[in-house]
């Protein structure tokens, strides 16, 4: 694939296969995750292919091996990789197994979860950063992820029940409508706490009509932002109808 864009045009490395990003790629998994407690494999494998450097701003290429949050606009960051890590190695995430992500943001999360099952939906909640992600996914070969502009709370219902769910911004309750999409035994990770306060990375498990709650410690996420409307439906607002692909 031929490098493109401002970083190309300064004779940095931006493409994807024996450049310098794949050894930092190697890095990252190895000393950040696998070396810190990661240890499933399936994780730290898809976290090994997914181009990290395509899903940032093309100023921030070069630091985006960091284990660190990156702005990508509209005052959202990319999760540092320690934490998609651990929320993906929470989820237990099985070949095949359908995945919601509210809070696409740059698409990362979603491509790493597109390693692990093909049946990944996403939702976000500004639509400028639903478009950019829905391109940046096609164009690392994660066309088969549903992006959809939206309000996450209310989930994907004409695709649920989901085996997972993984929510990427924190909420003061994990919201209902969410929790009433899980399919029996899954499993929904996501932040619990106020904006500016502790939060928590807590897990659900849905067995019948019961959940149990694991907490697994302190985390720092983004808010959850509120709805576009109360109580809507889903608004598909990306361009080229993308929950049809
Ligand atoms: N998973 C992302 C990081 C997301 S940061 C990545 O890999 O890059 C959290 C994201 O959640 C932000 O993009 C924010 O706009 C989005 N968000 C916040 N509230 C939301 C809501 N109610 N519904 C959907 N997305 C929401």
């Known amino acids: 694939m031929a490098a493109s864009g401002p970083a190309a045009a300064e004779g940095r490395d931006v493409d994807t296969g024996g ?28 976290m090994a292919t997914v181009p990290r450097e395509r899903f940032v701003p093309a100023d921030l ?19 540092q990789p320690y934490v998609v890590a651990l929320m ?33 939906w996403t939702v976000e909640r500004q639509a400028a950063l639903a478009a950019t992600a829905l391109v940046t996914l096609r164009s690392t070969h994660h066309s088969g992820v549903h992006v959809r502009w939206g309000d996450g709370a209310l989930g994907w219902a004409e695709a649920a029940p989901f ?19 899980l399919a029996d035994g899954g499993r929904l990770v996501m932040p619990v ?11 659900v498990r849905r067995s019948g ?6 907490r697994l410690g ?13 109580d809507g439906p889903v608004v598909d607002g990306a361009p080229d109808d993308p929950g049809s692909n």
Do not use: W
């Open 88 to 120: 993906l190695e929470a989820a237990e995430v099985r070949p095949g197994e359908r995945v919601l992500e509210v809070g696409t943001g740059s698409g990362y999360a979603a491509a790493v979860l597109d390693e692990l099952t093909d049946q990944v």
């Open 193 to 203: 706490g106020r904006p500016d306060g502790p939060q928590e990375l807590v897990v």
């Open 19 to 46: 450049d310098g990003f794949s050894a930092r790629r190697v890095r990252m998994v190895e000393e950040g995750l696998r070396a810190r407690g990661v240890s499933d494999e399936r994780v730290l494998a898809a």
């Open 163 to 181: 085996d997972v769910i993984v929510v990427a911004a924190a909420g003061e309750q994990v919201p209902p409508r969410l929790v009433d999409q």
């Open 218 to 230: 302190p985390v720092q996420f983004v808010p959850m932002l509120p709805g576009l409307q109360d």
């Open 209 to 214: 009509p019961t959940t149990l709650e694991e």
């Open 61 to 79: 290429t070069d630091v985006a091996y960091d284990d660190r949050p990156l702005p990508i606009g509209a005052d959202q960051t990319i999760s």
